[in-house]
């Protein structure tokens, strides 16, 4: 059973510069997220070496952890994340930061994280 996002968006209330890391790379991938004894699914709708933004269909609150399963591909394995940590909410987007992850997990990122950055892009 879903529930009811919050009308406001939980994002801090003073906004700061960041200088991110790592870069964001626009994808659909499909995710599954558990924590306690619920589970979402959504679509990773944009990707870095340390985080994500998800579009799910279960609302989620800023700090809560989170056990992630990612397709990479439709013919490719399912990836687990034993932890990914909730930073903000808007409705049912939120962004995760990655906390905990296996080497293979860390090499699938990286290699979707360079396919896309090498692929040409179109022009807009």
């Keep these: 059973m879903a529930v009811a ?3 406001h968006c939980s994002k801090p209330k003073s906004t ?3 200088l991110r890391p790592y870069r964001r790379i626009p994808t659909w991938l499909v995710l ?3 924590s306690g004894e619920s589970v979402g699914k959504g679509v990773v709708t944009n990707l870095s070496q340390s985080g994500m933004r998800v579009q799910g269909d279960h609302a989620v609150e800023p700090g809560l952890d989170l056990a992630l399963r990612i397709t990479f591909a439709d013919d490719g394995p399912t990836i687990e994340i034993k932890r990914a940590t909730v930073r903000w909410v808007d409705g049912y ?3 995760l930061d990655l906390v905990r992850l296996s080497p ?3 090499k699938h990122i990286g290699d ?3 396919r896309q950055i090498r692929a040409p892009q179109m022009p807009a």
Aim: net charge positive; glycine share 6%; charged share 15%.
């Design 104 to 106: 293979l997990a860390a």
């Design 5 to 7: 996002p919050k009308p």
């Design 16 to 18: 700061r510069f960041v």
């Design 32 to 34: 599954y997220y558990l």
């Design 93 to 95: 987007d939120f962004g």
């Design 112 to 114: 979707v994280l360079s």
